[in-house]
């Protein structure tokens, strides 16, 4: 990642309609929590809350149109939580899932061709994370940077954020599908005791670096010797600057090593974060990195040699040692700095220049990484996990029905009078047993989240979960 600079927002014909598209959203999210609020209040906690036909009329009624009320999300989840006390007690919260399907936002407006177009400009038509030049072989997508329909936690979408965000010019980048779709999705994690967003509060801590606000190289460095992204940010909290440079620029092979122990302190990892998200060491990407290095060294090797076209070699190393905009930007442009910064350095200390076989190192990463197709994550960026009970279940304090639900999944449809309960993995994933109806299948609750494609397990047939759960709304 390499720090962006987007400039100000285009002007087009299209910006008094972004503000309106988001003022309506705004006014329609309030009315909603009003409902939900009232509604709340009328049925108390034994009951579970969805989108009835009277508050469809209400909200038509004060003004929302159609086109939104078919996105509307209107339902409620319970998260359970042990809390450490005095006595240790187990707690159920109540949390409203309000919000807006992906449908309601009008791509025209965020990514028309005006806009994408100066996006795909001022990035030197790069992803704005991984750095892998597009416009040569895809159209890329422009990406949400805080994520419009809502943000995953517990394995569940959260819909209330960011809605107020969707078209703006801050909030917008170019990014490859890979990065955009395949791992980031609606992963946004924030800071460790702070709040989160509302339309009426101001941007909240997020754990991602946001290029276009941030110099993520403060945070995220590439190892020249392997091609990969390290979290730099343990690095510099954890050493003096000189042990620092020692490190990274002189002794590489270290550098993992370092970074391991280091992480095994618990440190609090914005880099780390951001690479495990973005997939910033997916396998193809590593191997095109190296790639980018193994020309890189052939053309500093080159630059030694005397000859006719010694003048073009030295501009083509000015493009990484005094970058600037343009077609021919390089990609993969960090990763090339931290290589040359060790080269030179290298050179200066008196180092054998050949002491890593740097040409042959590349040459193995790249034979050895293999090719697409990438293997998905373990769980989808875009879709939810979650329990779903409902009040005539049968053994609700034994058994659970699990549901996928996809983004664009209506939640209240998929409740039908019950409620969504958030799966927390970290002290039940082992005990709880997943069965799959039909197939057969029968695994851990960690085991089946795990695994690299979880929704096919609902296509089979239901899925219920077996273990001792506490019955709902017993210390709401």
Same mark, same amino acid.
């Given at each position: 990642?390499?720090?962006?600079?987007?400039?100000?927002?285009?002007?087009?014909?299209?910006?008094?309609?972004?503000?309106?598209?988001?003022?309506?959203?705004?006014?329609?999210?309030?009315?909603?929590?009003?409902?939900?609020?009232?509604?709340?209040?009328?049925?108390?906690?034994?009951?579970?809350?969805?989108?009835?036909?009277?508050?469809?009329?209400?909200?038509?009624?004060?003004?929302?149109?159609?086109?939104?009320?078919?996105?509307?999300?209107?339902?409620?989840?319970?998260?359970?939580?042990?809390?450490?006390?005095?006595?240790?007690?187990?707690?159920?919260?109540?949390?409203?899932?309000?919000?807006?399907?992906?449908?309601?936002?009008?791509?025209?407006?965020?990514?028309?061709?005006?806009?994408?177009?100066?996006?795909?400009?001022?990035?030197?038509?790069?992803?704005?994370?991984?750095?892998?030049?597009?416009?040569?072989?895809?159209?890329?997508?422009?990406?949400?940077?805080?994520?419009?329909?809502?943000?995953?936690?517990?394995?569940?979408?959260?819909?209330?954020?960011?809605?107020?965000?969707?078209?703006?010019?801050?909030?917008?980048?170019?990014?490859?599908?890979?990065?955009?779709?395949?791992?980031?999705?609606?992963?946004?994690?924030?800071?460790?005791?702070?709040? +989160? @967003?509302?339309?009426?509060?101001? =941007?909240? *801590?997020?754990? !991602?670096?946001?290029?276009? &606000?941030?110099?993520?190289?403060?945070?995220?460095?590439?190892?020249?010797?392997?091609?990969?992204?390290?979290?730099?940010?343990?690095?510099?909290?954890?050493?003096?600057?000189?042990?620092?440079?020692?490190?990274?620029?002189?002794?590489?092979?270290?550098?993992?090593?370092?970074?391991?122990?280091?992480?095994?302190?618990?440190?609090?990892?914005?880099?780390?974060?951001?690479?495990?998200?973005?997939?910033?060491?997916?396998?193809?990407?590593?191997?095109? +990195? @190296?790639?980018?290095?193994?020309? =890189?060294? *052939?053309?500093? !090797?080159?630059?030694?040699? &005397?000859?006719?076209?010694?003048?073009?070699?030295?501009?083509?190393?000015?493009?990484?040692?005094?970058?600037?905009?343009?077609?021919?930007?390089?990609?993969?442009?960090?990763?090339?700095?931290?290589?040359?910064?060790?080269?030179?350095?290298?050179?200066?200390?008196?180092?054998?220049?050949?002491?890593?076989?740097?040409?042959?190192?590349?040459?193995?990463?790249?034979?050895?990484?293999?090719?697409?197709?990438?293997?998905?994550?373990?769980?989808?960026?875009?879709?939810?996990?979650?329990?779903?009970?409902?009040?005539?279940?049968?053994?609700?304090?034994?058994?659970?029905?699990?549901?996928?639900?996809?983004?664009?999944?209506?939640?209240?449809?998929?409740?039908?009078?019950?409620?969504?309960?958030?799966?927390?993995?970290?002290?039940?994933?082992?005990?709880?047993?997943?069965?799959?109806?039909?197939?057969?299948?029968?695994?851990?609750?960690?085991?089946?989240?795990?695994?690299?494609?979880?929704?096919?397990?609902?296509?089979?047939?239901?899925?219920?979960?077996?273990?001792?759960?506490?019955?709902?709304?017993?210390?709401?």
């Amino acid at each position: 990642m390499i720090r962006l600079n987007k400039g100000p927002q285009p002007t087009d014909s299209s910006i008094e309609q972004r503000v309106q598209a988001t003022q309506l959203l705004t006014q329609t999210f309030q009315l909603l929590v009003a409902a939900y609020t009232e509604l709340e209040k009328k049925l108390g906690p034994g009951r579970p809350i969805s989108l009835t036909n009277d508050i469809r009329q209400w909200l038509s009624g004060r003004g929302v149109p159609d086109n939104i009320l078919k996105e509307v999300v209107f339902g409620q989840q319970i998260v359970e939580n042990w809390v450490v006390n005095h006595k240790a007690t187990w707690v159920q919260a109540v949390r409203p899932l309000v919000g807006f399907g992906s449908g309601v936002f009008d791509s025209k407006l965020y990514a028309n061709k005006p806009l994408k177009q100066a996006l795909v400009t001022r990035q030197d038509g790069k992803c704005a994370y991984c750095e892998t030049r597009l416009t040569d072989v895809a159209h890329g997508d422009v990406e949400h940077f805080r994520p419009k329909a809502g943000y995953l936690l517990d394995h569940a979408l959260q819909p209330e954020a960011y809605y107020w965000c969707a078209y703006d010019w801050d909030n917008l980048y170019f990014a490859c599908q890979i990065c955009n779709e395949t791992f980031k999705g609606n992963r946004f994690p924030i800071m460790p005791g702070t709040q +989160r @967003a509302t339309a009426t509060t101001a =941007l909240d *801590a997020s754990v !991602l670096i946001d290029p276009g &606000t941030e110099e993520p190289r403060d945070f995220i460095r590439f190892n020249p010797l392997t091609a990969k992204a390290y979290p730099y940010d343990v690095l510099r909290v954890s050493l003096t600057p000189q042990d620092l440079n020692t490190l990274v620029l002189l002794n590489p092979d270290k550098i993992d090593e370092v970074v391991q122990r280091t992480m095994a302190t618990g440190v609090l990892s914005r880099g780390a974060s951001t690479i495990n998200i973005l997939g910033l060491n997916r396998a193809t990407l590593v191997r095109a +990195r @190296a790639g980018q290095l193994r020309q =890189l060294r *052939a053309l500093l !090797l080159a630059s030694l040699i &005397t000859g006719t076209e010694q003048a073009g070699v030295q501009q083509a190393l000015a493009q990484y040692t005094n970058p600037g905009p343009g077609p021919f930007s390089p990609e993969y442009l960090s990763a090339s700095v931290d290589a040359l910064l060790a080269w030179q350095a290298m050179s200066q200390q008196g180092s054998p220049w050949h002491r890593f076989g740097w040409i042959a190192s590349y040459d193995t990463l790249i034979a050895t990484v293999p090719p697409p197709p990438e293997p998905t994550p373990d769980f989808s960026g875009d879709d939810s996990i979650m329990y779903l009970v409902r009040p005539d279940d049968p053994k609700p304090t034994e058994v659970r029905r699990l549901v996928y639900v996809k983004k664009d999944q209506e939640l209240d449809q998929a409740a039908l009078d019950g409620w969504f309960v958030a799966v927390n993995l970290e002290t039940e994933g082992d005990d709880k047993t997943s069965i799959v109806t039909k197939s057969g299948a029968n695994l851990t609750l960690s085991e089946l989240v795990a695994h690299n494609a979880p929704w096919n397990f609902f296509k089979k047939g239901n899925v219920f979960v077996t273990g001792e759960f506490t019955p709902l709304f017993n210390a709401v």
